[in-house]
């Protein structure tokens, strides 16, 4: 079987970062003997270099003509004119998008989500992109179902993600749907980053950080992280940190963009992920030590959480030193 052609349209200028995200991600998915599972070609509009927003250029081996045999278009971030400030494609970008063959799937990673945007592919559809950039996205195509609070949204043949390593969970996301979780966990491995972040999830939207005093819930997480094996509730933490509920309750979201519930099952789920990977103890044992629970709690959490089961994500992710003892 052939690989699955990505072209990755690199528009001048581009945001170097996004631009380096699908080579990387798509290039280390591989099939249990190796072969990559994806052909990735970078192209610009002409053959000459791209600049970047990073002090550098860079020289893509293809031109426009390899959008004819894309099976998938990833678009990453770019300060190109039309498209970012005017909501107009260039007529060089036009006709070369014209040649990507009709089955082929579109992706954009940060503001990539304007030149897709301009085409009018987005239109009545659910999309997002950069936070920072969202009051100017909405005025430029204010037909397209903007989400700023996401890290992605798959909708079938389009795609789009948030800012920068958003790109990342995108790429992932894609794998993993192409060739399921244990090929993306392996690609998520060798770049060194989290498997699996639900594309549901919030982006790190600025927001303010409290100062450490006293009135900062900090400290009691330190506290509740050090018994994650204990029956922790908020009624518990909010005692801890001399506030009412309501009170602990706001001032925890506000400082995480999470509520005490989800932020301590997060923690639990981290620190069974760490205990599977680095240690003998039993599922029982990991999910005990976790404070998860049962078993089949632990399976339960792992499975929404990342796809996979407690003994594969083990086997995935244990080092080869420790599988073979």
């Given at each position: ?16 970062y ?7 991600v ?5 099939d ?7 052909d ?11 600049r970047?927003?990073a002090g550098?250029s ?9 959008l004819r ?5 990833i ?5 190109l ?26 992706m954009?990673?940060?503001?990539g989500a ?12 659910p999309?997002t ?6 009051e100017t996205?909405?005025?430029?195509y ?10 992605f949204?798959d909708?079938g043949d ?5 800012g920068?390593s ?12 192409d ?19 639900e ?6 939207i600025e ?7 006293a009135?900062?819930t ?6 509740a992280?050090?018994?994650l ?7 518990s933490?909010?005692a801890?940190?001399?506030m ?9 979201r ?11 099952t997060?923690?639990?789920?981290d620190?069974?992920r ?8 039993s ?14 709690s632990?399976?339960?959490h792992?499975?929404?959480?990342i ?7 083990r086997r ?10």
């Open positions: 079987m052939q690989p699955h052609r990505i072209v990755v349209l690199a528009l001048n200028p581009v945001i170097g996004d631009l380096a995200i699908p080579p990387m798509f290039n280390s998915a591989r249990p003997d190796g072969s990559r599972l994806y990735v070609r970078i192209c610009g509009l002409d053959e000459g270099p791209l970047t927003n550098y860079i020289l893509p081996d293809d031109g426009p003509e390899a045999e894309a099976d998938s278009v678009v990453p971030g770019t300060q004119e039309g498209p970012r400030h005017d909501g107009v494609l260039p007529d060089e970008l036009a006709r070369a998008l014209e040649t990507v063959p009709s089955h082929a799937r579109f954009s990673i940060c503001t304007f030149v897709l945007a301009a085409t009018g592919m987005l239109d009545d559809r999309a992109t950069h936070w920072a950039h969202v996205f909405r005025a430029l204010p037909r397209v179902k903007l989400d700023e609070t996401v890290l949204v909708d389009v795609s789009t993600s948030a920068l958003a790109g990342v969970d995108l790429c992932l996301h894609v794998v993993r749907s060739h399921g979780s244990e090929v993306a966990n392996r690609a998520a491995r060798y770049c060194v980053v989290p498997p699996w972040r594309g549901g999830q919030s982006q790190f927001r303010h950080v409290p100062d450490g005093d009135t900062s900090a400290p009691t997480r330190a506290w992280l050090q018994r094996a204990e029956p922790l509730d908020l009624a933490m909010a801890h940190a001399h009412s509920v309501r009170t602990f309750s706001r001032k925890f506000a400082e995480t963009g999470m509520s005490p519930g989800a932020w301590l997060q923690q639990r789920i620190h069974a760490h205990l599977l990977e680095t240690t003998d103890l599922v029982d044992e990991v999910a005990a030590a976790a404070g998860l629970g049962t078993a089949a632990l399976r339960q792992l499975r929404s959480s796809g996979v089961s407690p003994l594969a994500y995935t992710f244990r080092a080869p030193a420790d599988r073979a003892g």
